[in-house]
C-alpha cells in the first residue's frame, strides 16, 4: 500500500510539472471556490457570536411621555417591579439620555446643543430574563405598560435580532449555494485537466493494461494529482483569507470588539480548517477517479 501511494504521488507530481499550464487553471478555480466557502464561514462564525451576546444583553426599552410626572413614572416603575422575566431596570432621564448622547456620538453633539431643547424623553432600560419564552413576557409586559397611559413607546431589542438573524441565515444559505456552485465548477475543472492528462498518455495507460497492470495503479497517480491539486487551492485560499483577516483585524479589529461587547474577533478554528482540506481531498481524489475510470 506504502509503494502505491509513494509510486501514485511521484507520478503525479512529474504529471504536474509537465503540464503545470492547465493545472493553474483548476488550482484558481479550486481556491475561489475555498474562499467563498471559508469567507461564508468566518463571516457566519463572527456574527452568530456577536448575535448571542446581543441576545444575553437584550433589552427592553420603555419611553415615557414628553413630560411625564414624577408620579407617572412610579406607576411604571411599579409595573416593571411586578413583572415576570425582568432581571433588572434603570431609569435614564432625558439630561443622562442627551450625555450618553454627546459620549458616544460626539460630532453629532452640537446638532444635539442647537436644537435650544432636550430631545430625548425620559426612560427605563430594561433587562429581561434570557429563555424560549422571553419574546411572549416582553409582549404581555409592553401591555402592562401601555395600559398606564404613561408610556409614548416601548422597543424590544430581541426583535430586532431575531430579525437579523433571520438575514444572517438566509445569507448563510446563498453563500452556501454560491460556494456549492464554485466547488462543482472546481471539480468539473480538475476533471476535465485530468481527463486530458489521461488521453494525452491513452496510448502508454493502454499498454499497461495490456501487460496486466492492476487499475488501482493507472488510476492511482490521477487520484493524486486530484488530491494535490484540491488540497493545495484550499491551503492557498485559507492562506489569502488569513492574511486579509490578519489585515482587517490590525485596522478595524479593535473597534469590531468595543462595538459589540467580543473578548476577540475570530478566525476559523483548526477543526474547521482541516475539516476544509480534508473535503477538498476527498472532491480532488474522486474528481481523480472520475477522470481515469475506465473499465478492462
Known sequence: MMALLQYSFSEAILSLRRSWRTSVFALVTTTAAVIVAATALLVSLNLREVFARLSAASELTVYLKQGASDLARERVDRVLVKAD????????SPKDALRRFSTDVPEMASLAASLGE???????????????DGEAAARTLTTALRETGDVEDVRYDRQV?????TGL??????GGVLAGVLALAAVLTITSVLRLSYQTRYNEISILYLVGAPPRAIRGPFVAEGVIQAVLGAFLAITILAIAF?????????????????SDVRFLPPLWIAGLLMLSALVGGLAGLAAAWRER
Request: aromatic share 12%; charged share 15%.
Open 118 to 132: 432636550n430631545p430625548f424623553p425620559a426612560a427605563f432600560e430594561v433587562r429581561l430574563a434570557p429563555g424560549a
Open 169 to 174: 441565515t438566509l445569507s448563510e444559505r446563498i
Open 246 to 262: 490578519q489585515t482587517f483585524r490590525a485596522h478595524y479589529g479593535q473597534v469590531v470588539i468595543d462595538a459589540f461587547g467580543l
Open 161 to 165: 435580532i431575531d430579525r437579523l438573524l
Open 85 to 92: 422575566g425582568v432581571t433588572s431596570h434603570q431609569f435614564v
